[in-house]
């Protein structure tokens, strides 16, 4: 898809959303089987802090891998900062580094677009795209905003006075207040945006009344959401989701183009040989299948985009030219 300067940012993220749901769909892709020959030790590299979205991923594959008997020993290591792009640094030069793993994404994708860093996603092994996550927006419970129109007319009054908290800039959560301020008329540059390592220091900024909003995937406000001490204003999504039960969508706040989620994949270094790749996709797809995993997306309404091997690589550069124009509309990227 090309964009062009008469094109909207909406459209734009409708067709990108399109083409997320028609590569997925849970279907198996990707060369990988059922008989997956168990993986001995695993580090799974979580690029942001814990409790946030990346860090939910990667412990959920955690689980799985070990209740299907995919590998015998599996760890998660946080390593925060920058949109990912430290882990990124990090795991990049590690060249055929076996037993390595690393949770990628559009906040990753995006991070690299917007930092300028040295290494970028093509210093990785496309493994699986995994899942999908909608995005919230949440204000504290004694909040004034009740709705989401109230919040945006804040934002319109005066940005400066309305901090929003969320994931490192250049994340999906910058995006999607972006698209969401465009819609309302607003530059999105203005946007008071405050960018935070990881969903538990968003959550505590807000349960401190630190910020005036915070904007996340589903999954990192929802305990809090369900326990009254954080109200959701909308969802990203065009119809009601499972894990949000009566937060309002996109399209009953007369959004309906902006609907809109996060997706999250896993990685590995560089240099692998092809046996070593096929290991790692083989029991990702079978991770896929098994009853654990279908059972956490069911848990926390996670959209099932699954993708793997070649033809995740081959979505993932496609991906990539979206997402630059995305940003360079936003005013993200030149």
Known sequence: MRITRTGTIAAVLAALVATVSACGGGSAKGGG????????RLNIIAPAAPGSGWDQTARAVQDSLQKADLARQVEVTNVPGASGTVAL???APQKGKKDLLIMSGLAMMSGVLTNGTDVTLDDLTPVARLIGEYE????PASSPYQKLDDLLAAIKADPKKVPIAGGSAGSADQIFIGLLAKEA?????????????????????????KVAAGVAG????????KAGK??????????PVESMPGVPTVADVGHPGVEFYNWRSIM???????????AYVDAVTAMHASDAWKATLKERAWEDTFLAGDEFGTWLGQE???????????????
Do not use: C, H, M, W
Not at 218 to 225: D, Y
Not at 230 to 239: D, E, F, H, I, P
Not at 320 to 334: A, N, Y
């Open 33 to 40: 089987d059922q008989g997956a020959k168990q993986l001995a």
């Open 89 to 91: 640094a990090q795991v």
């Open 136 to 139: 919230t927006i949440v204000v």
């Open 185 to 209: 008329g607003i530059d999105p540059a203005t946007v008071n945006y405050v960018p935070f390592s990881g969903g538990g220091e968003a959550t505590t900024a807000l349960l401190g009344n």
């Open 218 to 225: 589903t999954g990192e406000f929802q305990e809090q959401v």
């Open 230 to 239: 954080l109200r959701a204003l909308v969802v990203s999504a065009a119809k």
């Open 268 to 278: 590995a270094p560089n240099g692998l040989t092809a046996e070593q790749k096929k």
């Open 320 to 334: 990539q030219t979206r997402v630059r124009g995305v940003l360079t509309e936003l005013g993200l990227v030149k």
